[in-house]
């Protein structure tokens, strides 16, 4: 059982509704992250939160706004996304010079 | 900047066999970190080995195998005697550690690894 829980699994929303992915952990990580993974294709980095701070923003669409309330939680909040955004959406945690523990992803379908 | 290159798009085999995925990686930097992580139809990445930058030793873990050359810049992963569970894509990744904070990994293209049986 991975220990990078996110939810919901599976999302079904409109171009003009408001949602948020959410992630949680509870190994003691310093480092959280967003990754977007479309069909075929290898995850590519959006967002890292080191020490529940932003790092690292990979010139990612305002659309999608991460959130890092805790240590342990790290949220994706999504608003008028576009068709194309439609993905697997991967969160993961690390000690920060480890491997990166992934969870199973929320599959996203924006209508 | 940072690449990793996966040159086998796929690969089928069938069960028992060997089998090698190929990983070639380019950075300037001289501290870094390597990885395979294995990818199930089910979608989660699931993490099989880390490599430092200065241990080249290779790896044996099970039927599973990796060698380390850092004057190629290459991780190869070997997987022996095949099985279909084996059957998934694999993902070779580069994280650099900028001392700074928590850097993200830059992850090759992958392999989608058939066995048949």
């Known amino acids: 059982d991975t220990e990078v829980t996110q939810t919901p699994k599976h999302l079904v929303m409109g171009m003009t509704n408001k949602k948020s992915l959410k992630c949680e952990q509870h190994?003691?990580?310093?480092?959280m992250y967003w990754y977007k993974q479309k069909a075929k294709k290898p995850p590519e980095l959006m967002f890292v939160y080191s020490y529940e701070k932003l790092s690292i923003n990979e010139s990612v669409p305002s659309r999608f706004s991460p959130e890092c309330p805790n240590s342990s939680l790290l949220n994706l909040h999504l608003h008028a996304l576009q068709p194309e955004d439609s993905a697997l959406y991967l969160c993961a945690s690390s000690v920060g010079t480890g491997e990166l523990f992934f969870g199973e992803g929320s599959r996203l379908t924006v209508l | 900047a940072q690449k990793v290159t996966q040159a086998q798009t796929e690969i089928s085999v069938v069960e028992k066999e060997d089998v090698t995925l190929d990983c070639v990686y380019e950075t300037r930097d001289t501290t870094y970190y390597l990885f395979w992580y294995k990818q199930p139809p089910s979608g989660e990445l699931v993490f099989l080995i880390r490599?430092?930058?200065?241990?080249?030793q290779n790896e044996i873990s099970g039927r599973y195998s990796w060698n380390f050359q850092k004057s190629t810049s290459s991780f190869n992963f070997t997987i022996t005697a095949s099985q279909v569970v084996d059957s998934a894509v694999y993902f070779c990744a580069l994280f650099r550690n900028s001392g700074g904070g928590a850097d993200g990994l830059t992850f090759g293209k992958g392999t989608h690894l058939i066995i048949q049986p």
């Open positions: 490599r430092n930058s200065f241990d080249e």
């Open positions: 190994m003691g990580h310093r480092a």
